[in-house]
């Protein structure tokens, strides 16, 4: 292992000790706080940065009374505002968004971090970009019609959301499905509703096997595209230790999607990240491509997850030239009445590539393909097989 890559590897297992003791009080803090010294508090700030954490240092230094440079400590001390600010702006939003959607008779389900950041030691700890919430298809326009006129601006709709923004600039993912074009993800997440009890009003929740079963299979969504992050580690942590709900109360519906083993994967993987037991080097392997991707994934992970299946760089440009028609359908809806216009569609989707500004973009891609190294295939070859997936 070259220097940097031994350098980079430290880094990941101090950011991660970090916050297992944020996380929990069982942790030396003592002793993580002995090896931060002037150039790792660096090293792990800026990783942090990159799965929007660095709040959660800023707390840890704050609070340990770890001596750093005075500029990197004011950063730190703003990334800390920041998040306390956003999760109270995230916080009154949500309240605004069920109180509409309530007076509209409109049933709804908060999800992710919604429900989960209650149940970090501090909610501000857990940040989100977004506010995610599901409602029944037949509700859609009349909820983005409601939305609307209590100033929310809409905008596209997506394969399973509309994307609208608050007049404070609070982003919402309303859904009408959570389904992530995965078919044996989704033979569970289509039935989302039948999992659904009614909390208040017109407000409902998930119950236990459902909530967890969706946390895996969204984390396995964004697994396969390219990388988790490492909050969604903290969250299956969390979800078992302060909820007191687990990847085993969701067995049967985790199996029918195929995934139970990768759930009983990360679970353990989240226990040696978080509750200070020994990595071995197949969970370091694994730790490493969820910290490469940031929080949503990167290009290389994602185009390597693919060719680790699927082999070749033509294979992936066929998938990126050609997407199947259940995917085409959704930003081009005629073909759900004439299937046969999908090549029309296509070559419609060429050209707004081309002249929306997405072909450098697309070129991008094919670049890393073409020139990605055998050895990272490898590896997430080796991972995926591990975890089942």
């Not at 799965?51 to 990197?72: K, P, Q, Y």
């Not at 700890?125 to 019609?145: G, N, P």
């Not at 999607?257 to 993987?269: D, P, T």
Request: hydrophobic share 40%.
């Amino acid at each position: 292992m070259s220097n940097d890559n031994m350098m980079a590897a430290q880094t990941r297992e101090l950011l991660t000790e970090l916050l297992g003791a944020m996380l929990s009080d069982t942790a030396d803090r003592a002793k993580i706080a002995e090896k931060l010294t002037r150039g790792a508090i660096n090293s792990v700030a800026a990783l942090a940065k990159k799965h929007d954490l660095a709040h959660v240092v800023a707390r840890f230094v704050s609070e340990m009374g770890i001596e750093a440079d005075a500029e990197l400590i004011a950063k730190l001390q703003r990334e800390d505002y920041l998040s306390v600010y956003r999760n109270r702006q995230m916080e009154y939003a949500l309240s605004e968004i069920c109180t509409t959607l309530d007076a509209a008779g409109i049933d709804h389900i908060p999800l992710k971090g919604a429900v989960i950041r209650k149940y970090y030691p501090y909610e501000s700890m857990r940040t989100s970009c977004d506010i995610d919430v599901l409602i029944h298809e037949c509700d859609i326009d009349a909820a983005v019609a409601a939305l609307v006129a209590k100033g929310y601006t809409a905008g596209e709709k997506n394969y399973h959301d509309v994307s609208l923004h608050s007049p404070n600039k609070i982003h919402l993912e309303l859904h009408f499905s959570i389904q992530e074009n995965i078919d044996s993800l989704d033979s569970v997440l289509s039935e989302a509703w039948s999992f659904a009890k009614k909390a208040e009003g017109h407000r409902y929740e998930f119950t236990p096997e459902f909530l967890i079963y969706h946390i895996f299979a969204h984390m396995t969504y964004h697994f396969i595209e390219g990388g988790c992050g490492i909050r969604s580690l903290m969250d299956i942590w969390v979800l078992e230790h302060n909820m007191g709900v687990s990847y085993a109360d969701a067995r049967e519906l985790l199996e029918r999607a195929g995934i139970y083993k990768f759930a009983s994967e990360m679970h353990a993987l989240a226990n040696k990240c978080f509750s200070g037991e020994e990595l071995d080097g197949l969970s370091r392997s694994i730790l490493s491509y969820i910290y490469s991707g940031g929080v949503y994934g990167n290009t290389e992970n994602k185009i390597a997850s693919f060719k680790s299946k699927n082999k070749g760089t033509l294979a992936y440009l066929v998938k990126r030239l050609f997407p199947r028609y259940k995917v085409m359908a959704i930003s081009y809806p005629v073909l759900k009445k004439a299937p046969i216009l999908l090549p029309f569609c296509w070559v419609l989707r060429w050209i707004r590539a081309v002249f929306g500004g997405k072909s450098k973009k697309f070129a991008n891609q094919i670049a890393v393909a073409t020139n990605l190294d055998d050895e990272k295939v490898r590896e997430v070859s080796e991972i995926r097989s591990h975890l089942g997936i």
